[in-house]
């Protein structure tokens, strides 16, 4: 919704200027592999400044990003670099042609003050932030887009100021070059100086000024270099799309690490990769401007992150799920044959799959399909032709240990929680599988090492849990690990 | 403030006159004078909206005043900053934040360090003994989204500890802690006392108020009473504290806010 303006006027520019952006050089090399050397080896002087400036781009949004995203101004950052598209014309309109140096003032100037804008509407009026971003975004940007096709209109202009909405890395020269690197430089050099300043800044502003660091000039130099940051983008990404180059690395990094420094770190490493990639696919294909490929393999990463990211990734999430259920059915299987052999008093070692699939009331096929997976798990062995399944002593110390937590968690709650004896087996289904030791040996403790749960069966005791090797006879009447 | 002629004595911790402070031309405290002496436990209680966090903001220079004056060992708050901690209210920090414990307590650090110096391994050790003070030790490296709202409360108020201040101000340090979690922090606070800091406490709580403090300061948009506790935990200071605002001053208030 916030990009009508932007449609309205890229019709009307569409309308005047047929091409969008040069690709990287004119090259006719065939092979991609030939063209990637030539892109990486810094022969082509074009090639060679669309390279440099991508890595740069990408580490200063990257690194710019990291705060923004720790901070929760992403809209924020959307904002300023929509806003500063009027700048961009009137750095233009100066002189008349794209001197990067009146068009990075000009800029800047324009996306603080929209930032500045966003600040009086929020302190001025009841509206809130996200109001105040919506409204600067819109209007800063539509004055931009008509002042850029005015300008494309005008006599004697020689043209391409549509490589700053989508970007065009190719259009990328010495003097951009020079501009982007001292940002970059004076990027990392201020967050490597000032990182305790800026981290203590954006974890918690109060306890910052209490402790007497100047948080209000520390953010205004964060929102000056995050300006910076954008400005230098431009020619590369554009502006409809620079905020995604600040966003989704940093995005990406989060999601991947809990510390503050890897986090700009990846964002960093993240934002030149998506920059490079963006940068080298556009010199590959015509006519898809650098902006939308970048953002494209930001996107990727981010992506990647996503579903494959060690502790947060969706695919860890599942698996890890998966697996915890998985065993919960084992532990589920064993208890059942723990209660087959105790419904006839320990009488005999093996569990036909047909008693374990009517303990169940599953199908044989079920009780079959379980036994094979404890087996697998070396907690029990078939026998009789498949048809009848022992516990290892591995799987008879387990099973023995769900049904004591079982039932150690059926008498507490009766006992202490005072909740009636039939509404505390649901509750004991769930709760055997995540008790551990140390809680088992509280709840022993608290319960006076009790020997039958409220439904009068007999708890497994340390003894029984022990005698792995002979799985045989009832279990101990004596529980609890003070006997030991 | 009464000078003493013949002998210097240090000022007092911390001194209002005549406060008032405001929220958009609203005031919401109103002429506090106030003197604490050093040494002392000071619960702050008072009901919802009488401005308890607003006083303890104030006096750390982080809010505008609109009248009046505060001093920490009689100098402005800004020449004193290494001598106050802070402990802010739990709510106040985004805890999914990419920080360790470890990063949170060095934090308290910062203020002595100066711009652009990093935390030596002596401040790492400070951090540490913190740490080991609320029994936080074996979560240093832990990321702080996965701690429970009592263990939360301890890295805060292990923070404060590495600021080695003289003066703490603690922002509800035991609204919604676990009952280990508040014994453990009634401990450190007598600890804090007992060697000569003095502490301003906002408590929301007053049956364990009267327990915990040694005095009080009751507090509903003007200054109720102050005092030792058991000379002002009295039920009719409680009742004017807490049986309903003065109306006037509210409305009066209210109407300094629409007339501006």
Not at chain 1, 452 to 479: M, Q, W
Not at chain 2, 2 to 21: I, R
Not at chain 2, 61 to 66: Q, R, Y
Not at chain 2, 133 to 146: D, E, G, T
Request: aromatic fraction near 8%.
């Amino acid at each position: 919704m916030r990009h009508l303006p932007f449609i309205a006027g890229f019709c009307l520019l569409a309308a005047a200027m047929p091409a969008w952006a040069d690709r990287i050089g004119d090259i006719s090399e065939t092979s991609v592999i030939e063209q990637a050397k030539r892109f990486f080896s810094f022969r082509d002087p074009s090639v060679r400044y669309a390279l440099i400036g991508s890595i740069l781009l990408g580490i200063s949004c990257g690194l710019m990003g990291g705060f923004i995203v720790v901070r929760k101004m992403a809209l924020f950052g959307d904002t300023l670099s929509h806003a500063v598209l009027p700048g961009v014309a009137l750095g233009f309109l100066w002189n008349m042609e794209k001197d990067p140096v009146a068009i990075f003032i000009g800029a800047t100037l324009a996306g603080l003050l929209g930032g500045a804008m966003v600040a009086l509407i929020r302190q001025t009026t009841r509206l809130k932030e996200d109001t105040a971003l919506g409204i600067v975004l819109a209007s800063f940007f539509a004055v931009g887009i008509c002042l850029l096709t005015r300008i494309q209109k005008m006599p004697g202009n020689k043209g391409g100021l549509d490589e700053f909405l989508f970007g065009s890395a190719a259009s990328i020269g010495r003097s951009d070059i020079i501009l982007m690197a001292v940002v970059t430089g004076l990027a990392v050099l201020l967050v490597g100086l000032f990182y305790k300043e800026l981290l203590v800044t954006s974890f918690d502003a109060a306890f910052a000024r209490a402790a007497g660091f100047p948080v209000n000039i520390i953010n205004y130099a964060l929102t000056l270099l995050l300006a910076f940051s954008v400005v230098v983008a431009l020619r590369a990404v554009g502006v409809v799309l620079v905020s995604a180059m600040l966003i989704t690395p940093a995005a990406a990094a989060y999601l991947l690490t809990d510390r503050m420094h890897r986090l700009l770190g990846l964002a960093a490493l993240f934002g030149l990769i998506s920059g490079v990639m963006g940068a080298f696919i556009s010199f590959l294909t015509t006519n898809i401007p650098t902006g939308p490929l970048m953002v494209m393999a930001a996107t990727m990463v981010f992506a990647l992150a996503f579903f494959f990211g060690p502790r947060h990734g969706v695919l860890m999430r599942w698996w890890r799920q998966k697996s915890r259920s998985a065993r919960v059915q084992r532990e589920n299987t064993l208890k059942a044959v723990y209660h087959v052999l105790e419904a006839r008093e320990f009488d005999g070692e093996g569990v036909s799959l047909r008693e374990l699939a009517e303990r169940r009331r599953e199908t044989l096929d079920e009780a079959r399909a379980q036994s094979d997976a404890l087996c697998k798990h070396h907690m029990a062995t078939l026998h009789d032709d498949g048809d009848a399944i022992h516990l290892t002593p591995e799987g008879w110390q387990r099973a023995c240990e769900i049904v004591r937590n079982h039932r150690l968690w059926e008498l507490y709650l009766t006992n202490e929680a005072h909740i009636a004896p039939d509404h505390v087996h649901e509750d004991a289904e769930i709760i055997e599988h995540v008790l551990g030791e140390e809680t088992v040996r509280e709840l022993e403790r608290a319960l006076n090492h009790a020997t039958r749960d409220p439904h009068g069966r007999a708890i497994p005791g340390l003894a029984d849990l022990t005698s792995g090797s002979t799985p045989f006879g009832p279990p101990e009447t004596v529980t609890g690990y003070a006997s030991r | 403030m009464s000078v003493n002629a013949t002998k210097t004595v240090e000022p007092p911790p911390l001194e209002f006159h005549d406060l008032t402070v405001a929220y958009h031309k609203r005031p919401v405290l109103w002429g506090i004078d106030l003197e604490i002496p050093k040494g002392q436990l000071v619960g702050i209680i008072g009901p919802n909206g009488a401005g308890k966090s607003t006083l303890i903001k104030a006096a750390m220079g982080l809010l505008p005043l609109n009248s009046g004056w505060v001093k920490v060992f009689g100098e402005p708050i800004g020449k004193n900053l290494k001598r106050v901690g802070y402990v802010p209210q739990r709510e106040s920090v985004d805890w999914d934040f990419p920080v360790s414990v470890m990063d949170v307590v060095l934090m308290g650090r910062y203020g002595h360090l100066g711009l652009m110096r990093r935390p030596s391994k002596k401040d790492r050790n400070i951090a540490r003994d913190c740490l080991e003070k609320v029994k936080m030790l074996p979560y240093a490296n832990r990321q702080i989204s996965n701690l429970s709202g009592g263990q939360q409360q301890r890295v805060f108020l292990a923070r404060a500890l590495a600021q080695e201040s003289d003066i703490y101000f603690m922002d509800e340090p035991f609204a919604g802690v676990d009952a280990a979690t508040e014994s453990a922090i009634v401990t450190i606070l007598h600890e804090l006392k007992a060697k000569g800091k003095t502490l301003l406490v906002v408590h929301h709580d007053l049956p364990t108020a009267k327990e915990y403090f040694d005095s009080l300061l009751l507090l509903n948009m003007r200054m109720v009473a102050y005092g030792p506790t058991e000379e002002v935990f009295k039920y009719d200071l409680l009742q004017s504290t807490y049986g309903g605002r003065l109306t006037i001053l509210s409305e009066v208030a209210e109407a300094v806010r629409e007339k501006s």
